[in-house]
T-cell receptor, first 121, second 114 residues
Framework: DTEVTQTPKHLVMGMTNKKSLKCEQH?????MYWYKQKAKKPPELMFVYSYEKLSINESVPSRFSPECPNSSLLNLHLHALQPEDSALYLCASSQETRTPLTASVAKNIQYFGAGTRLSVL | QKEVEQDPGPLSVPEGAIVSLNCTYSNSAFQYFMWYRQYSRKGPELLMYTYSSGNKEDGRFTAQVDKSSKYISLFIRDSQPSDSATYLC??????????????FGKGTLLTVNP
């Protein structure tokens, strides 16, 4: 089973709202990712969590706040978003090891969820 | 020069045709090469991945990697209308710590006409 589940599927929010996106996987993966994808563009990496710790933040504005409460869950908290933040938000996961530079297949292969389509009004 | 170049198309073919999708890259550090299929308004679905130069086949799909030319391809035989989607190539490179990052091509929009 290579399923990554994201909720909600669609979200409409105003610029003053606070909302959260949720991602869940039960594949035992210990690396989880948030991506943002605009129409007709490839996904852009936002955050990477490794063993529940934030390991990469791609200079994302602070109005996006990630959280990894346990090894299966990843949240993205949204606050005071702008209309240009409207996009498809994708969660992905991959296997992880604590051995640096181990170029195992599993570490490099990311599985994506169906995404949350976010509209900011 | 972008790290990964992919012709965005659109590409339109009749049902049953052989489809060839391609990406070129400039970063020699890329180690793994993936193809994802993305239907409209859905998340990317992993189709195939390869590591070394050569071919890998899975049903109607064949992935080809030529590291010496920095060129990868995805061939779809006997294409079906259900293959209509955007195809994204992606390449993985070490990015520090124990992290690997994917670099995506722009995606090629494929339409298979019945």
């Amino acid at each position: 089973d290579t399923e990554v589940t994201q909720t909600p599927k669609h979200l409409v929010m105003g610029m003053t709202n606070k909302k959260s996106l949720k991602c869940e996987q039960h594949m035992g993966h210990r690396a989880m990712y948030w991506y943002k994808q605009k129409a007709k563009k490839p996904p852009e990496l936002m955050f990477v969590y490794s063993y529940e710790k934030l390991s990469i933040n791609e200079s994302v504005p602070s109005r996006f706040s990630p959280e990894c409460p346990n090894s299966s869950l990843l949240n993205l908290h949204l606050h005071a978003l702008q209309p240009e933040d409207s996009a498809l938000y994708l969660c992905a996961s991959s296997q992880e090891t604590r051995t640096p530079l181990t170029a195992s297949v599993a570490k490099n292969i990311q599985y994506f969820g169906a995404g949350t389509r976010l509209s900011v009004l | 020069q972008k790290e990964v170049e992919q012709d965005p198309g659109p590409l339109s073919v009749p049902e049953g045709a052989i489809v060839s999708l391609n990406c070129t890259y400039s970063n020699s550090a890329f180690q793994y090469f993936m193809w994802y299929r993305q239907y409209s308004r859905k998340g990317p679905e992993l189709l195939m991945y390869t590591y070394s130069s050569g071919n890998k086949e899975d049903g109607r799909f064949t992935a080809q990697v030529d590291k010496s030319s920095k060129y990868i391809s995805l061939f779809i035989r006997d294409s079906q209308p259900s293959d209509s989607a955007t195809y994204l190539c992606a390449m993985s490179a070490y990015s520090g710590g124990s992290n690997y990052k994917l670099t995506f091509g722009k995606g090629t929009l494929l339409t298979v006409n019945p």
